[in-house]
């Protein structure tokens, strides 16, 4: 069994009240045109016309070599985190993801990435936990590299 986690809420707040992105910059603000802006951590696009934070985002607890970095959407307010075991809106929205396993020193797995079809990606991540080596799993866009959300053991 596994679940898809989204950003913690604790992460996700410090950024809304202004704290610094993985940069060490203030979170930008800008408005959503409703165009696929995910937020990640209520997993749901960000309407056209709300607030939005544009940041830098490192998915991982310290820099070190495969701890990638990139950018990443939130809502600007205060949203409520994606719970529970249902594919969320966000993860809908692309007909591929890549995906890629990760040890509990967070690193990578070697031979756990690939790009899947979304409809095949949890059954693929079940597959990928069979690996006693991976701790968890990252799901990134598979156009852009972005960091969407996160796979872990239900």
Do not use: W
Request: glycine share 10%; proline share 8%; aromatic share 6%.
């Amino acid at each position: 069994m596994t679940k898809i986690t989204a950003l913690p809420t604790e992460i996700v707040r410090a950024l809304q009240e202004g704290g610094p992105d993985a940069h060490g910059q203030m979170p930008e603000r800008t408005v959503s045109d409703g165009g696929g802006n995910p937020c990640r951590h209520c997993l749901q696009y960000i309407p056209e016309g709300q607030e939005m934070l544009i940041l830098a985002h490192r998915p991982f607890p310290e820099a070190q070599p495969y701890a990638e970095t990139g950018p990443i959407f939130l809502c600007a307010n205060h949203c409520a985190r994606h719970e529970g075991e249902a594919v969320p809106e966000v993860l809908e929205g692309s007909p591929e993801y890549l995906i890629k396993g990760y040890s509990a020193d967070h690193r990578i797995v070697y031979g756990t990435g690939i790009v899947i079809p979304q409809a095949e990606m949890m059954g693929r991540a079940e597959a990928i936990f069979a690996d006693v080596r991976v701790d968890y799993i990252h799901i990134r866009s598979s156009r852009n590299n972005c960091y969407q959300a996160r796979i872990d053991r239900g």
